[in-house]
């Protein structure tokens, strides 16, 4: 038994529809684009912004702003995309390991100090040369040793105290790359 015709117009023209879109948009039915994959995830810095104003309801040029603010701290930018990534994230407290940076230490028997002074109780004692990992930093009390000077001191929160710069192995009297306690 047919339906009747009532209804069978309905579907004829459920299904001239598209074909009507397309022809008031000048594309043909065999034209009709394909759908496109769904875009990869923007894994931009803008991308990134992007998506942490959406998720926590913030302003996209408020993040961008404190974003730039932070990066430019103490003169610290972000290293790029092929540089030491890790060592930078070391400088930002908080962030990385603890907000300290690896150091090379030379020297026996080296003492690590309460406070950055050489009559300070010692907390702890580096036997020989080692790795540390430095906090900050502060001018204490001038140490002299095998005709080298330095009055620049570096927390070690992982020692519980803090050591002459003398005793790290760098050139430079002050680290490069850590704050100021």
């Not at 030379?106 to 950055?116: A, C, E, I, K």
Request: proline share 10%; glycine share 10%.
């Amino acid at each position: 038994m047919s339906s009747p015709p009532r209804v069978r117009r309905t579907r004829a023209l459920f299904g001239l529809a598209p074909a009507a879109v397309l022809a008031t948009t000048g594309q043909s039915a065999a034209a009709a684009p394909a759908p496109s994959p769904s875009p990869s995830p923007d894994t931009s810095a803008n991308g990134a912004f992007a998506r942490a104003a959406a998720a926590y309801d913030v302003p996209r040029v408020l993040l961008v702003a404190v974003g730039y603010a932070e990066t430019h701290l103490d003169g610290h930018t972000d290293p790029g995309p092929h540089g030491d990534r890790a060592y930078h994230m070391n400088l930002v407290p908080g962030e990385g390991d603890s907000g300290t940076t690896p150091f090379p230490t030379w020297g026996s028997d080296v003492s690590v100090r309460q406070q950055p002074t050489t009559a300070s109780t010692r907390v702890a004692t580096l036997p020989g040369p080692t790795t540390v990992r430095v906090k900050c930093q502060v001018h204490g009390w001038l140490v002299d040793y095998q005709g080298y000077g330095n009055d620049a001191w570096s927390s070690l929160p992982d020692l519980g105290g803090c050591i002459s710069d003398i005793f790290i192995d760098i050139d430079d009297a002050w680290l490069p790359g850590v704050f100021t306690c």
